[in-house]
């Protein structure tokens, strides 16, 4: 099982700026692909960005250009930057975790773009 407590999120302008961390406790190891997601209300979550083991960095076209998600080299925290902000972005964001076994989800961090 791994342990992932996500941190960053708050109340932006349209056009500015975020940058949420997510730290990964437990199976390190077992970890396969680290990723972003993230939920409105009303609406299913959805995928935002995500890093494999040796592949590339994939993300949504949504948020394409404007969020960059990297991973530290211990590979127990990822990151993502948010430029750029839109009102639509408004959602709780989680942090992702696969492993052979499972998915693991943080609880989530609210990030507010208010207009």
């Known amino acids: 099982q791994v342990q992932l407590v996500e941190s960053g999120g708050g109340l932006v302008q349209p056009g500015g700026s975020l940058r949420l961390s997510c730290a990964a406790s437990g199976s390190i190891s077992s970890i396969n692909a680290m990723g972003w997601y993230r939920q409105a209300p009303g609406k299913q979550r959805e995928f935002v960005a995500t890093i494999p083991t040796g592949g590339r960095i994939n993300y949504a076209d949504s948020v394409k250009g404007r969020f960059t998600m990297s991973r530290n080299n211990a590979k127990n925290r990822v990151y993502l930057q948010m430029n750029s902000l839109k009102p639509e972005d408004t959602a709780v964001y989680y942090c992702?975790?696969?492993?052979?076994?499972?998915?693991?989800w943080g609880q989530g961090t609210q990030v507010t773009v208010s207009s």
């Open positions: 992702n975790a696969v492993t052979v076994r499972q998915q693991d």
